[in-house]
């Protein structure tokens, strides 16, 4: 498969398992943007974001709706981040490159700090 979009290597794409995901869209938070294009607006940045959003829905229609492909839009991300995380089958992210709204696609997990040595030198 030869797509512009970088899919996490950590992805099965012959999977029949959900996936939780989190899609990047091209558009950049607008706080970025304005820091990148310094001659838009703050309210014209966040319109771009939304606009994103409102593409990438009508894409999700079209792709997975329309091919009655199962799947959860879990969350929506605008101000640090512009993208979403949605859960469906490894074998069905491939719907989703047709969208010209998507940048990157990452497995979703769960990334913690460990825990402080219970050693008395590491105490402050």
């Not at 492909?69 to 490894?90: D, F, T």
């Not at 491939?94 to 709204?101: A, G, V």
């Not at 696609?105 to 050693?119: A, E, G, V």
Request: no cysteine.
């Amino acid at each position: 498969m030869n797509s512009p979009i970088f899919i996490d290597p950590k992805i099965d794409l012959d999977s029949e398992e959900n996936v939780q995901i989190i899609v990047q869209f091209k558009t950049k938070p607008a706080v970025i943007q304005v820091k990148l294009m310094p001659y838009l607006t703050m309210e014209e940045a966040r319109q771009l974001v939304e606009e994103s959003h409102h593409q990438f829905q009508q894409d999700v229609v079209t792709y997975l709706d329309k091919n009655q492909i199962e799947y959860i839009i879990l969350n929506r991300y605008k101000e640090a981040y512009n993208g979403v995380a949605m859960k469906l089958k490894g074998k069905d992210i491939i719907h989703l490159l047709k969208s010209n709204e998507i940048e990157a696609i990452y497995k979703s997990q769960i990334i913690s700090i460990p825990p402080k040595p219970n050693d008395p030198r590491y105490q402050i």
